[in-house]
T-cell receptor, first 110, second 113 residues
Framework: KNEVEQSPQNLTAQEGEFITINCSYS?????LHWLQQHPGGGIVSLFM???GKKKHGRLIATINIQEKHSSLHITASHPRDSAVYIC????????????FGEGTQLTVNP | ETGVTQTPRHLVMGMTNKKSLKCEQH?????MYWYKQSAKKPLELMFV???????ENNSVPSRFSPECPNSSHLFLHLHTLQPEDSALYLC????????????FGPGTRLTVT
């Protein structure tokens, strides 16, 4: 069993829909990261959070430390949001080392 | 522009070749990472350099040899690779002694024939 699990693996939505991607982890962490990978490979960090909630534009990330669960929400989705979304964690006492989930492929159709 | 560059972007090499991947960061970070991303698998950490010292080698075969001459540059030397080594190789940087956000390069798509 992976230490970081994401669901769903694939998600197709219509433009304008509200999207949720989930991440569960089984290790002690100092932070959780949400990353975005577009076709071609480049990866961008969207959020790093250790408690509560963060918002950037149409993206919202939440974390529940007690339940070891995080969600990434996209409001008013757009075709340009189509990408792979990756959850990763920094383990407690793990420095900056990341442990990754398998990613969620999101496709938003116009 | 992410501040982390990688060259080459694409590489095709035979199993007997020797080649090197280069990564450069312009962000003033003091930790650098090599990752491997194979199809349908999560990103795998290969090596970590912190303050120019290798602090982690994640059971990577010796046909992969990293080099970090200074805090801004990271190399991955490749020799006698196998077809299963074909993958996307990503470099990243961050401040050391995290947790800190990591900044990724665009990757090198490697094909071993």
């Amino acid at each position: 069993k992976n230490e970081v699990e994401q669901s769903p693996q694939n998600l197709t939505a219509q433009e304008g829909e509200f999207i949720t991607i989930n991440c569960s982890y089984s290790v002690g962490i100092s932070a959780l990261h949400w990353l975005q990978q577009h076709p071609g490979g480049g990866i961008v960090s969207l959020f790093m959070l250790s408690s509560g909630k963060k918002k950037h534009g149409r993206l919202i990330a939440t974390i529940n430390i007690q339940e070891k669960h995080s969600s990434l929400h996209i409001t008013a989705s757009h075709p340009r949001d189509s990408a792979v979304y990756i959850c990763a964690v920094t383990r407690t006492l793990g420095g900056s080392r990341l442990t990754f989930g398998e990613g969620t492929q999101l496709t938003v159709n116009p | 522009e992410t501040g982390v560059t990688q060259t080459p972007r694409h590489l095709v090499m035979g199993m007997t070749n020797k080649k090197s991947l280069k990564c450069e960061q312009h962000l003033g970070h003091n930790a650098m990472y090599w990752y491997k991303q194979s199809a349908k698998k999560p990103l795998e950490l290969m090596f970590v350099y912190s303050l120019e010292e290798r602090v982690e080698n994640n059971s990577v075969p010796s046909r992969f040899s990293p080099e970090c001459p200074n805090s801004s540059h990271l190399f991955l030397h490749l020799h006698t690779l196998q077809p299963e080594d074909s993958a996307l190789y990503l470099c990243a940087s961050s401040q050391a002694d995290g947790p800190y956000e990591q900044y990724f390069g665009p990757g090198t798509r490697l094909t071993v024939t």
